[in-house]
């Protein structure tokens, strides 16, 4: 069971907007630290979607934003498309355990 | 560009170590932190633990202590992840990735390694 609570799943049609949850605690998120959010296509490495809550790299579609309140952050995602197929985790830091904490994982079907 | 390259897969047996390496490139290694995580068959990524390549010093995730231990030579710039007495459920994808202590930026292609009798 991952610190950091997400939904096992969320879809959408081509075109819609979804967003994905990651929920923590006064020790990790609500304690300042950041949230970063990661794209892993089928078969590949994980690849930084969305760093320092809410910035994207460069290369990142604007349909991709990220926002963070209290203890939870949000991954919205707009104008869906096929290629957004993929699974999406959010990444953060607790003070307690004095260690980087991945979130259980979101997988996004594009219906 | 930045690059962490890894080793090839490894196949061990139970209660085996395997060592896997982790080449940057592209940057200054003793400017990031490297970061171990690994992901089993079918499920969520794993923080193992990480290291300062300019110290040495490490940081092990508690599911991992006494078990894993994270080397580098800077002179190649390179980064090692030795785990110990192997066991079935450690069959996964090994990741190297770079960042700071915080958060991680870049990530390398993944080692398979199997557990198997």
């Known amino acids: 069971q991952s610190v950091l609570t997400q939904p096992p799943s969320v879809s959408g049609a081509p075109g819609q907007r979804v967003t994905i949850s990651c929920t923590g605690s006064?020790?990790?998120?609500?304690?300042?630290?950041?949230v970063h959010w990661y794209q892993q296509l089928p078969g590949t490495a994980p690849k930084l979607l969305i760093y320092g809550n809410s910035n994207r790299p460069s290369g990142v579609p604007d349909r991709f934003s990220g926002s963070k309140s209290g203890t939870s952050a949000s991954l919205a995602i707009t104008g869906l498309q096929a290629e957004d197929e993929a699974d999406y985790y959010c990444q953060s830091y607790d003070s307690s355990l004095s260690a980087v904490l991945f979130g259980g994982g979101t997988k996004l079907t594009v219906l | 560009q930045v690059q962490l390259v890894q080793s090839g897969a490894e196949v061990k047996k139970p209660g085996a170590s395997v060592k896997v390496s982790c080449k940057a490139s592209?940057?200054?290694?003793?400017?990031?932190?490297i970061h171990w995580v690994r992901q089993a068959p079918g499920q969520g990524l794993e923080w193992m633990g990480g290291i300062n390549p300019t110290s040495g010093g490490t940081n092990y995730a508690q599911n991992f202590q006494g078990r894993v231990t994270m080397t580098r030579d800077t002179s190649i710039s390179t980064a090692y992840m030795e785990l110990s007495r192997l066991r079935s459920d450690d069959t996964a994808v090994y990741y190297c990735a770079r960042g700071d202590v915080v958060s991680i930026d870049y990530w390398g292609q993944g080692t398979l390694v199997t557990v198997s009798s």
């Open positions: 592209g940057y200054t290694f003793t400017g990031y932190f």
């Open positions: 006064s020790s990790n998120i609500g304690a300042g630290y950041d």
